[in-house]
C-alpha cells in the first residue's frame, strides 16, 4: 500500500512540474526540435532538471539493487528500433507517453488520440513473444 501511495504522488509531482512547464504543449517541445528556426531552449532545463533528479535517485538505489551492470549497457536491435520510434512519434506530433497522459486533464482531443494509439501499440507489442520466452 505505502508503494502504491508513493508511486501516485510521484506520478501526480511529475504530472504537475509537466504542466507548470508547459511540456503538455505540444508546440513547446515541438519548438525545442526546430534548431533551424523558432528554437526554444526551454524544455533543455526541463529535461537538465530530470536528469539531475534521476541521478540522485540512481545514486541512492545502485546501493541496494539487483540490477545487473551488463543489462544496463547492452544495446541491441529493440532498443535502437525503440528508440527511433520513439524519437520519430515525439517529433511529429509533440508528445510522448507522460506529457501525453498528463495533457488528457485539459480534455482536448489530440492528446486522447495519442494515449489510444499508445494503448494500442502496447497491447500489439503483448501479441509478439519475447526473446526471452
Same mark, same amino acid.
Given at each position: 500500500?505505502?508503494?502504491?501511495? @508513493? /508511486? %501516485? +504522488?510521484?506520478? !501526480?509531482?511529475?504530472? %504537475?512540474?509537466? =504542466? @507548470?512547464?508547459?511540456?503538455? &504543449?505540444?508546440?513547446?517541445v +515541438?519548438?525545442? +526540435?526546430?534548431? /533551424?528556426?523558432? $528554437? ?9 532538471? /530530470? *536528469?539531475?533528479v534521476?541521478? %540522485?535517485? $540512481?545514486? $541512492? ?11 544496463? &549497457?547492452?544495446?541491441? =536491435?529493440? +532498443?535502437?528500433?525503440? =528508440? =527511433? *520510434?520513439?524519437? !520519430?512519434? $515525439? ?9 501525453? @497522459? #498528463?495533457?488528457?486533464?485539459?480534455? #482536448? *482531443? ?6 489510444? /494509439? ?16
Amino acid at each position: 500500500m505505502k508503494s502504491n501511495v @508513493i /508511486a %501516485l +504522488l510521484s506520478g !501526480t509531482l511529475f504530472g %504537475l512540474g509537466l =504542466a @507548470i512547464s508547459h511540456m503538455i &504543449n505540444p508546440a513547446k517541445v +515541438l519548438a525545442f +526540435l526546430d534548431v /533551424a528556426g523558432h $528554437w526554444d531552449p526551454s524544455l533543455a532545463l526541463v529535461m537538465g532538471s /530530470a *536528469l539531475a533528479v534521476m541521478a %540522485l535517485a $540512481w545514486h $541512492w538505489k545502485r546501493r541496494d539493487s539487483d540490477i545487473r551492470r551488463d543489462d544496463l &549497457n547492452r544495446i541491441d =536491435a529493440p +532498443l535502437v528500433i525503440g =528508440a =527511433a *520510434l520513439f524519437g !520519430t512519434g $515525439w517529433g511529429l506530433v509533440g508528445y510522448c507517453p507522460g506529457p501525453a @497522459i #498528463s495533457a488528457l486533464a485539459i480534455l #482536448s *482531443l489530440k492528446p486522447l488520440i495519442f494515449v489510444a /494509439a499508445m494503448i494500442a501499440g502496447m497491447a500489439i507489442f503483448q501479441v509478439f513473444p519475447s526473446r526471452g520466452e
